[in-house]
């Protein structure tokens, strides 16, 4: 596993993995053009308690790493500095994928949660959840009958709404 950002025309920064249970990270220069890279130089061993890093994105400036890993945490690595990392919880479960936007202000990570959250790069700050709609989303299921508390409860985990019930309020059945 690993990435690779441009820093310059002719040096390229590249990312590899450690064992995984020691949760590290290596960065390299890699020295070549485009089409082929020579042998670099590990420059830098980055470590923290973490689970196995599944994705990677370098910042445009090339000055700072996020990583995301098999525990839903996302990792701001400043490579400039060699410090421990700033942790933020990303997702439920696995950070698939992180991307930076073009202007290098965004940042865009996807979780095996079903979502896409973007991020303030410089601040780690959440900025908006994209979730598809779960299969019984907006669905009112207030009132319904011949179903059990926890088919209610499921239905609801699909996205289904119930409204409080007004006490002394009844609903009229269906079809009369």
Not at 76 to 82: G, L, Q
């Amino acid at each position: 596993m690993g990435a690779c950002g441009q820093r310059a025309a002719t040096v390229a920064r590249c990312v590899c993995g450690g064992n995984g249970r020691r949760g590290e990270l290596f960065v390299w220069d890699a020295v070549g053009d485009d089409s082929v890279a020579s042998c670099g130089t590990r420059i830098l061993a980055l470590e923290a308690d973490m689970s196995p890093v599944f994705s990677l994105a370098w910042s445009l400036d090339g000055a700072m790493l996020v990583s995301g890993g098999t525990d839903g945490m996302l990792r701001w690595w400043d490579i400039e500095r060699d410090r421990s990392p700033a942790v933020v919880q990303g997702h439920e479960g696995w950070v698939h994928s992180i991307r930076v936007s073009p202007d290098g202000g965004t940042g865009a990570s996807s979780g095996e949660d079903g979502v896409i959250k973007l991020w303030d790069l410089h601040s780690r700050r959440h900025l908006v959840t994209l979730r598809r709609d779960r299969p019984y989303e907006r669905l009112n299921i207030t009132g319904i009958r011949g179903v059990t508390e926890a088919q209610k409860t499921t239905l609801r985990a699909l996205g289904a709404i119930e409204e409080a019930s007004v006490p002394g309020m009844q609903h009229a059945p269906l079809g009369t």
